[in-house]
Protein backbone atom coordinates (compact mmCIF):
# COMPACT_ATOMS: atom_id res chain seq x y z
CA UNK A 1 0.00 0.00 0.00
CA UNK A 2 2.20 3.17 -1.23
CA UNK A 3 -0.37 5.74 0.69
CA UNK A 4 0.28 9.17 -0.60
CA UNK A 5 2.81 9.63 -3.69
CA UNK A 6 4.43 13.39 -4.30
CA UNK A 7 7.07 13.68 -7.44
CA UNK A 8 9.69 14.78 -7.58
CA UNK A 9 11.47 15.23 -4.36
CA UNK A 10 13.86 17.38 -5.32
CA UNK A 11 13.81 20.52 -7.86
CA UNK A 12 15.21 23.79 -8.24
CA UNK A 13 13.36 26.64 -10.41
CA UNK A 14 14.37 29.95 -12.01
CA UNK A 15 12.29 32.82 -11.58
CA UNK A 16 9.19 32.48 -13.77
CA UNK A 17 9.64 28.94 -14.81
CA UNK A 18 6.39 27.17 -14.07
CA UNK A 19 5.84 23.47 -12.68
CA UNK A 20 3.56 21.06 -11.67
CA UNK A 21 3.93 19.37 -8.48
CA UNK A 22 2.41 15.72 -8.38
CA UNK A 23 0.20 14.30 -5.39
CA UNK A 24 -1.16 10.46 -5.70
CA UNK A 25 -3.18 8.58 -3.33
CA UNK A 26 -4.49 5.46 -3.40
CA UNK A 27 -6.39 5.43 -0.20
CA UNK A 28 -9.92 6.12 -1.34
CA UNK A 29 -10.04 9.01 -0.04
CA UNK A 30 -12.32 12.01 -0.77
CA UNK A 31 -10.45 14.64 0.96
CA UNK A 32 -6.95 16.18 0.05
CA UNK A 33 -4.75 19.26 0.37
CA UNK A 34 -1.69 20.95 -0.14
CA UNK A 35 0.97 22.28 2.20
CA UNK A 36 4.15 24.12 2.23
CA UNK A 37 6.41 24.61 5.13
CA UNK A 38 8.64 27.00 5.62
CA UNK A 39 11.90 26.75 7.55
CA UNK A 40 11.58 26.52 11.50
CA UNK A 41 7.43 26.61 10.85
CA UNK A 42 4.31 24.68 10.53
CA UNK A 43 2.33 23.94 8.50
CA UNK A 44 0.04 26.24 6.01
CA UNK A 45 -2.77 25.17 3.82
CA UNK A 46 -2.60 26.07 0.49
CA UNK A 47 -5.35 24.31 -1.57
CA UNK A 48 -7.80 21.86 -0.88
CA UNK A 49 -10.10 19.25 -2.34
CA UNK A 50 -13.28 17.51 -0.67
CA UNK A 51 -13.81 15.41 -3.72
CA UNK A 52 -13.21 14.92 -7.41
CA UNK A 53 -14.36 18.69 -9.34
CA UNK A 54 -14.54 20.26 -6.11
CA UNK A 55 -11.43 22.71 -5.22
CA UNK A 56 -10.87 25.35 -2.53
CA UNK A 57 -8.37 27.79 -1.24
CA UNK A 58 -6.57 27.49 1.72
CA UNK A 59 -4.91 30.25 3.91
CA UNK A 60 -1.95 30.88 1.40
CA UNK A 61 -3.18 30.06 -2.85
CA UNK A 62 -2.04 32.75 -4.13
CA UNK A 63 0.48 31.80 -7.44
CA UNK A 64 -0.97 28.16 -7.20
CA UNK A 65 -3.58 26.49 -9.10
CA UNK A 66 -5.16 23.30 -8.73
CA UNK A 67 -7.36 20.69 -9.96
CA UNK A 68 -8.67 17.50 -8.90
CA UNK A 69 -10.28 15.42 -12.10
CA UNK A 70 -10.33 12.00 -10.07
CA UNK A 71 -10.17 10.76 -6.98
CA UNK A 72 -6.75 9.55 -6.59
CA UNK A 73 -4.75 12.38 -8.08
CA UNK A 74 -4.32 16.29 -7.29
CA UNK A 75 -1.78 18.10 -8.66
CA UNK A 76 -0.34 21.74 -7.48
CA UNK A 77 0.91 24.00 -10.18
CA UNK A 78 2.97 26.83 -9.62
CA UNK A 79 2.40 29.02 -12.68
CA UNK A 80 5.07 31.77 -12.51
CA UNK A 81 7.92 30.85 -9.49
CA UNK A 82 9.43 33.47 -7.62
CA UNK A 83 11.53 32.77 -4.66
CA UNK A 84 9.23 33.29 -2.13
CA UNK A 85 7.91 29.89 -2.81
CA UNK A 86 11.01 28.34 -1.94
CA UNK A 87 10.28 25.96 0.44
CA UNK A 88 8.94 22.49 1.44
CA UNK A 89 5.02 21.33 -0.33
CA UNK A 90 3.49 18.69 1.53
CA UNK A 91 0.52 16.86 -0.22
CA UNK A 92 -2.48 14.99 2.21
CA UNK A 93 -5.22 13.28 1.99
CA UNK A 94 -7.70 12.31 4.51
CA UNK A 95 -10.73 9.82 4.92
CA UNK A 96 -12.58 12.67 7.29
CA UNK A 97 -10.17 15.38 7.97
CA UNK A 98 -9.56 14.31 11.60
CA UNK A 99 -6.21 12.24 10.16
CA UNK A 100 -4.02 13.59 7.60
CA UNK A 101 -1.79 11.22 5.80
CA UNK A 102 1.38 12.79 4.60
CA UNK A 103 3.20 12.74 1.58
CA UNK A 104 7.09 12.24 1.37
CA UNK A 105 7.55 16.11 0.58
CA UNK A 106 8.86 18.03 -2.17
CA UNK A 107 11.48 20.62 -1.97
CA UNK A 108 11.23 23.29 -3.97
CA UNK A 109 14.44 25.56 -4.39
CA UNK A 110 13.09 29.45 -6.48
CA UNK A 111 17.14 31.23 -7.59
CA UNK B 1 -10.05 33.01 11.63
CA UNK B 2 -8.19 30.18 13.92
CA UNK B 3 -4.75 30.63 15.42
CA UNK B 4 -2.28 28.24 17.79
CA UNK B 5 0.09 28.68 20.27
CA UNK B 6 3.08 26.11 21.11
CA UNK B 7 6.18 26.72 22.95
CA UNK B 8 9.15 26.86 20.49
CA UNK B 9 11.62 24.11 22.09
CA UNK B 10 11.47 21.71 25.01
CA UNK B 11 14.51 19.80 26.27
CA UNK B 12 14.67 16.85 28.44
CA UNK B 13 16.53 13.79 29.44
CA UNK B 14 15.38 9.94 28.35
CA UNK B 15 12.94 8.34 30.51
CA UNK B 16 11.45 11.89 31.64
CA UNK B 17 7.71 12.83 31.14
CA UNK B 18 7.35 15.98 28.76
CA UNK B 19 4.11 17.94 28.36
CA UNK B 20 3.63 20.38 25.17
CA UNK B 21 0.85 22.86 25.42
CA UNK B 22 -1.34 23.83 22.79
CA UNK B 23 -3.91 27.32 23.18
CA UNK B 24 -5.83 28.17 20.83
CA UNK B 25 -8.32 30.73 19.43
CA UNK B 26 -11.21 29.79 17.04
CA UNK B 27 -14.70 30.99 16.66
CA UNK B 28 -15.77 26.60 16.30
CA UNK B 29 -13.58 23.51 15.87
CA UNK B 30 -14.21 19.76 15.43
CA UNK B 31 -11.37 18.33 17.17
CA UNK B 32 -7.74 18.93 18.00
CA UNK B 33 -4.92 16.69 16.84
CA UNK B 34 -1.34 16.24 16.65
CA UNK B 35 1.67 15.34 14.87
CA UNK B 36 5.35 14.16 14.86
CA UNK B 37 7.99 15.28 12.44
CA UNK B 38 11.31 13.90 12.43
CA UNK B 39 13.40 16.51 10.46
CA UNK B 40 13.87 16.13 6.87
CA UNK B 41 10.32 13.87 6.80
CA UNK B 42 6.99 14.56 6.75
CA UNK B 43 4.40 14.88 9.41
CA UNK B 44 3.18 11.61 10.89
CA UNK B 45 -0.63 11.46 12.90
CA UNK B 46 -0.73 11.09 16.53
CA UNK B 47 -3.39 11.53 18.18
CA UNK B 48 -6.88 12.93 17.91
CA UNK B 49 -9.56 14.64 20.40
CA UNK B 50 -12.74 15.38 19.50
CA UNK B 51 -14.12 15.54 23.43
CA UNK B 52 -12.87 17.49 26.34
CA UNK B 53 -10.54 14.86 28.15
CA UNK B 54 -7.59 12.50 27.89
CA UNK B 55 -6.61 9.86 25.05
CA UNK B 56 -4.07 6.98 25.35
CA UNK B 57 -1.93 6.05 22.94
CA UNK B 58 1.06 3.86 24.46
CA UNK B 59 3.64 6.43 25.65
CA UNK B 60 1.45 9.36 24.21
CA UNK B 61 -1.48 10.67 25.64
CA UNK B 62 -3.44 13.81 24.23
CA UNK B 63 -5.70 16.21 26.67
CA UNK B 64 -7.98 18.62 25.26
CA UNK B 65 -10.27 21.38 27.65
CA UNK B 66 -12.56 22.90 24.80
CA UNK B 67 -13.81 25.47 28.14
CA UNK B 68 -10.32 26.58 28.15
CA UNK B 69 -9.14 26.32 24.76
CA UNK B 70 -5.90 24.42 25.96
CA UNK B 71 -4.80 20.86 25.32
CA UNK B 72 -1.44 18.92 25.17
CA UNK B 73 0.43 16.27 23.95
CA UNK B 74 1.79 14.62 26.83
CA UNK B 75 5.27 12.05 25.80
CA UNK B 76 6.13 9.30 28.30
CA UNK B 77 8.79 7.23 29.21
CA UNK B 78 10.71 9.36 26.72
CA UNK B 79 13.20 7.63 24.04
CA UNK B 80 16.39 9.57 21.82
CA UNK B 81 13.60 8.72 19.21
CA UNK B 82 11.34 10.90 20.53
CA UNK B 83 13.26 13.77 19.45
CA UNK B 84 11.39 15.72 16.96
CA UNK B 85 9.06 18.37 16.47
CA UNK B 86 5.47 18.39 17.35
CA UNK B 87 2.84 19.80 15.89
CA UNK B 88 -0.90 20.45 17.31
CA UNK B 89 -3.70 21.30 14.57
CA UNK B 90 -7.24 22.34 14.68
CA UNK B 91 -9.88 21.38 12.08
CA UNK B 92 -12.19 24.55 12.08
CA UNK B 93 -16.30 23.95 12.27
CA UNK B 94 -16.11 27.49 9.75
CA UNK B 95 -16.87 26.55 5.89
CA UNK B 96 -14.29 24.26 4.37
CA UNK B 97 -13.40 22.75 7.85
CA UNK B 98 -10.00 23.52 7.06
CA UNK B 99 -6.67 22.31 9.43
CA UNK B 100 -4.66 24.61 10.84
CA UNK B 101 -1.58 24.24 12.56
CA UNK B 102 0.56 25.48 15.26
CA UNK B 103 4.01 26.53 14.64
CA UNK B 104 5.86 23.21 16.46
CA UNK B 105 7.45 22.50 19.68
CA UNK B 106 11.22 21.08 18.71
CA UNK B 107 12.01 18.37 21.80
CA UNK B 108 15.40 17.65 22.04
CA UNK B 109 15.20 14.21 24.26
CA UNK B 110 19.29 14.34 25.67
CA UNK B 111 20.76 11.10 27.19
Known amino acids: NAGVTQTPKFQVLKTGQSMTLQCAQDMNHEYMSWYRQDPGMGLRLIHYSVGAGITDQGEVPNGYNVSRSTTEDFPLRLLSAAPSQTSVYFC??????????FGAGTRLSVL | GQSLEQPSEVTAVEGAIVQINCTYQTSGFYGLSWYQQHDGGAPTFLSY????GLEETGRFSSFLSRSDSYGYLLLQELQMKDSASYFCALRGAAAGNKLTFGGGTRVLVKP
Open chain 2, 49 to 52: NALD
Open chain 1, 92 to 101: ASSPDRNIQY
